[in-house]
Nanobody
Framework: QVQLVESGGGSVQAGGSLTLTCAAS????????VGWFRQAPGNEREFVAA????????RYADSVKGRFTIFRDYAKNSVYLQMNSLKPEDTAVYYC?????????????????WGQGTQVTVSS
């Protein structure tokens, strides 16, 4: 069993930066792909970014390309989401998820394990 815990959320002004951490425990996720999703009130959960088991494969939602970077630290069994140039529309609860297949996917139903989420609030 894999447990995922997100951290690093908070409140920032537009243009600011945050780095979210997804820490895995229970077993190594080095062979898994890991994705970040977000959900704002009244909206469906949407894909943000994902990284494959080998780190060379990544995928981003168009809305965050050039502003967000996903990367992983195998030694720490963690995946990070560096978020720069934040906008008010980035406000949401951010979730990380792990997919045992190891392939980069953007559909949330493909993921097997989920964290509880961390709130990100961007003010204008």
């Amino acid at each position: 069993q894999v447990q995922l815990v997100e951290s690093g959320g908070g409140s920032v002004q537009a243009g600011g930066s945050l780095t979210l951490t997804c820490a895995a425990s229970g077993r190594s996720v080095s062979g898994f792909s890991v994705g970040w999703f977000r959900q704002a009130p009244g909206n469906e959960r949407e894909f943000v970014a994902a990284i494959g088991w080998g780190s060379s494969s990544t995928r981003y939602a168009d809305s965050v390309k050039g502003r967000f970077t996903i990367f992983r630290d195998y030694a720490k069994n963690s995946v990070y989401l560096q978020m720069n140039s934040l906008k008010p529309e980035d406000t949401a609860v951010y979730y990380c998820a792990a997919d045992v297949s190891g392939f980069v996917v953007s559909t949330y139903t493909e993921y097997d394990y989920w964290g509880q989420g961390t709130q990100v609030t961007v003010s204008s």
